[in-house]
C-alpha cells in the first residue's frame, strides 16, 4: 500500500516527520485566537515540531442550538486570515456545506 501525502502549508502531512494540529475547537473572540496562534506557534518552535494552525467558523455539530457556534463564515474567515499573516501558520478548518469550499480555499489554501 502506498502511503497518500497531503501538503499543508510547507508541512508533509504523510511523510515520516512528527507535525502538530492545533488550535481552539471554535473561533471565539478575535484577540484570544491571536494569543492562541502565538502560544502554539512558540510551543512548537520550541520543541522544533511544524504546526498546522486548526479552528473551526462554524461547528453545526453541537448537540443544541443554544450552544455558540462560531462567529460564522465571513468574520471566522477573516480571524483565520489574520492569524495566517500574523503568524505565517499554515491553516485547517472545516466545512459544513459545499458553498463553504470556495471562500475557505482562499484562506487556507
Request: contains cysteine; proline residues 6%; negative net charge.
Amino acid at each position: 500500500m502506498s502511503k497518500k501525502h497531503v501538503a499543508v502549508g510547507d508541512i508533509d502531512c504523510g511523510g515520516d516527520g512528527l507535525f502538530l494540529i492545533s488550535g481552539p475547537c471554535v473561533i471565539e473572540a478575535e484577540d484570544l485566537m491571536l494569543r492562541t496562534a502565538e502560544r502554539i506557534k512558540s510551543i512548537a518552535a520550541d520543541l522544533d515540531i511544524p504546526v498546522v494552525f486548526k479552528s473551526s467558523f462554524s461547528k453545526d455539530n453541537r448537540s443544541s442550538l443554544e450552544y455558540y457556534q462560531g462567529p460564522g463564515l465571513d468574520e471566522g474567515l477573516r480571524i483565520l486570515e489574520k492569524v495566517k499573516k500574523e503568524f505565517e501558520l499554515p491553516l485547517l478548518t472545516d466545512i459544513h456545506y459545499p458553498t463553504q469550499a470556495a471562500p475557505a480555499a482562499e484562506v487556507v489554501v
